[in-house]
């Protein structure tokens, strides 16, 4: 082979060796920053990492941080998602099995020419008397003067008539009250479960003449989360807390050093975030620990602040490394609490006010379980028994209570 031939060759080679090494350097360099973005391995790592910031994790620059937050969100988004429309269809479903046992002596009904009843919701029938009242004095105010039951969004619709319901229509004739008699009695009936719509009437009712007084405003919100708790429809609910949410905020802007105004919008927050995303959750929660802990500042010795404020320790306390990471993300500091700390909250309560709840002696209970003192948690479930059953919460608190003390029976 001539000499020039094989030069000609080595050189080939060469160039042929070094554009190999150029490719595989360029595919190690690709392959090691997917690496960075391996969402298995970055969740493998467990609660080794508690202490560690996301920009600590990842080690190729801002960008890559950012993408991986937005790709975590993303995805916790879904799965919220998710586990909301399997709740959604878990309660159709349940709806649609009561329904079939009824189906085919409706249909004989109806096919039989016979004139049925059918039954309607009390909130159905409070809508029909809300827009009756509302058409009959449509014909004395225009629809610009009109506002909703809130007192601050303005322009009766249908859209609005559907979705701002009153329960019960009771003050056909509004009795014009002055402010101090007006806030004693809606306190008054608030203290009977079954007299919480009156009271939310009886303000609807006088909300044109004292809505700016700030002891009106704040109890008007907290009216709204009553609402909240009696109404069984999700799109209700909704608008209950939506409201009395705006309601909060117009009185810790006028009141800031108002502990109820504090307490009551910490409260609505909490029940707006049922129906938000997971971002809107995290931003709520973090809302609702910050007003409680200013309610307790103002009113050190209200009871009801120290259960709420025991509730979150212990949802705190029992979130995911993910779900804590995720807040932190947010807002740049990770939440963090105890069951101790939850425990603490809730003697608290005990200490200020004995037998204030059901629900205060259940999580008693589940803390001292999660401790495993099982004799003082079931100290705390026959006291919770012991209790009478007046409102939704305390039917829910004894079903919960009698399978804690069936399980520790065992």
């Known amino acids: 082979m001539p000499h020039s031939t094989n030069k000609e060759l080595i050189f080939g080679i060469m160039v042929g060796t070094t554009g190999i090494s150029l490719l595989l350097l360029w595919y190690h360099k690709v392959r090691k920053s997917r690496t960075a973005l ?19 994790e990842m080690y190729n620059g801002h960008g890559t941080v950012a993408i991986f937050q937005g790709r975590q969100l993303q995805i916790l988004e879904k799965l919220n998602e998710l586990l909301t429309n399997m709740e959604e269809l ?37 809508r029909k008397r809300r827009l009756t009242t509302v058409q009959s004095s449509a014909t004395s105010n225009s629809s610009e003067d009109a506002e ?24 056909t004739h509004v009795e014009e009250l002055n402010l101090d008699v007006l806030l004693q009695k809606v306190d008054n009936l608030r203290m009977n479960e079954s007299s919480k719509m009156e009271s939310f009437e ?21 009216a709204y989360g009553d609402m909240y708790e009696l109404s069984t429809n999700a799109q209700e609910k909704k608008h209950y807390a939506n409201i009395g949410k705006t309601l909060g905020e117009k009185a810790i802007t006028r009141a800031p050093m108002n ?18 995303g997971l971002q809107n959750k995290i931003n709520y929660g973090h809302r609702f620990k910050e007003h409680l802990d200013k309610a307790i500042q103002f009113l050190p010795e209200e009871p009801f602040l120290y259960y709420l404020k025991g509730r979150y320790c212990y949802t705190v306390s029992k979130l995911s490394w993910i779900e804590k990471k995720m807040a932190a993300t947010l807002f740049g500091k990770m939440p963090s609490s105890t069951v101790e700390e939850a425990l603490q909250n ?20 589940k803390c001292y379980i999660d401790l495993e003192q099982m004799d003082d948690a079931m100290k705390f479930c026959g006291l919770a028994v012991l209790l009478p059953c007046v409102t939704k919460e305390d039917k829910d608190a004894q079903k919960e209570v009698k399978k804690i003390s069936a399980s520790l029976k065992r």
Not at 350 to 364: A, C, I, M, T
């Open 202 to 222: 009886l303000l609807c009712d006088h909300k044109e003449k004292f809505r700016d007084e700030i002891e009106f405003i704040w109890r008007f919100a907290r």
């Open 38 to 56: 391996n969402l298995p391995k970055f969740l493998s790592l467990g609660n080794k990492f508690d202490s560690m910031t996301f920009q600590d």
């Open 259 to 276: 502990g109820h105004c504090h307490l009551w919008y910490a409260v609505l927050c909490g029940y707006v975030s049922e129906f938000e």
């Open 148 to 171: 909703s039951e809130g007192g601050y969004i303005t322009a009766n619709t249908d859209t609005e008539e559907q979705s701002f319901p009153v329960p019960k229509a009771f003050n």
């Open 346 to 365: 809730f003697l608290k309560v005990e200490e200020l006010h004995p037998g204030f709840s059901k629900s205060n002696y259940l999580f008693l209970a």
């Open 90 to 126: 878990k309660e159709e479903i349940r709806v649609l099995k009561e329904t079939i046992p009824k189906l085919e002596e409706y249909i004989q009904g109806e096919l039989g020419g016979k004139i049925t009843v059918h039954k309607i919701s009390p909130q159905h029938r409070a």
